[in-house]
């Protein structure tokens, strides 16, 4: 079954703490992104890939890092997540001209 | 600044009612458009793909057009059921990979 995954779907944790969300998609698409949504804000694109070690900020990258060691990997990463930063988080992935698929979210709380 | 509306923000309807949401951007040289599905505490799910070069796609009961010179898109969901209640999301794609959404519409279909 064609889908991007996520983890962890929850996550809380402490200021300064540093975290990883992992992505995954079996899929063998190029495309992978970032996106964070949040209320009355909608979804802001954070990092996306174009294909493996080829990354560029989106809209919102500050405080976040991504890599792209694998095509099906995307990991992102908070060095050090301040409250800002607590949101829902979404990855997606696509050839470009198709469709995208996203993941199931993963929803951070910094305190 | 590449910027996508959608109207209502909310709509509530009795089951069976024929439907339309509506999307608009203002930089019409756009590279595709999706509609997304957001049920709550899910990802996102796409509806239709219309590419830039295409008026409309359908799937069921499901029917998007595009109007690249005006900015427009619509959403047309016939026969509406309960199970449809979600939020709608447009997405405009102006290059390989970067979205900008809409703040969606939440539609609400009455038993």
């Known amino acids: 079954e064609a889908q991007v995954t996520q983890n962890p779907r929850y996550l809380i944790t402490v200021t300064g703490k540093k975290l990883t969300v992992t992505c995954s998609q079996n899929?063998?698409?190029?495309?992978m992104s970032w996106y964070r949504q949040d209320p009355g804000l909608g979804l802001r694109q954070i990092y996306y890939?174009?294909?493996?070690?080829?990354?560029d900020k989106g809209d919102v990258p500050e405080g976040y890092k991504v890599s792209r060691k694998e095509k099906r990997n995307f990991p992102l990463i908070l060095e050090s997540p301040s409250p800002n930063q607590t949101s829902l988080y979404f990855c997606a992935s696509s050839t470009g001209s198709t469709r995208a698929f996203f993941g199931q979210g993963t929803r951070l709380t910094v305190v | 600044k590449q910027e996508v509306t959608q109207i209502p923000a909310a709509l509530s309807v009795p089951e069976g009612e024929n439907l339309v949401l509506n999307c608009s951007f203002t930089d019409s040289a756009i590279y595709n458009l999706q509609w997304f599905r957001q049920d709550p505490g899910k990802g996102l799910t796409s509806l239709l793909l219309i590419q830039s070069s295409q008026r409309e796609q359908t799937s069921g009961r499901l029917n998007a057009s595009l109007d690249k010179s005006s900015g427009r898109s619509t959403l047309y969901i016939a026969a509406s059921q309960p199970g449809d209640s979600a939020t709608y999301l447009c997405?405009?794609?102006?290059?390989?990979?970067?979205?900008?959404f809409g703040s969606g519409t939440k539609l609400n279909v009455k038993p």
């Open positions: 899929m063998n698409h190029e495309y």
């Open positions: 890939s174009m294909n493996v070690e080829v990354t």
């Open positions: 997405a405009v794609k102006y290059n390989f990979n970067k979205f900008y």
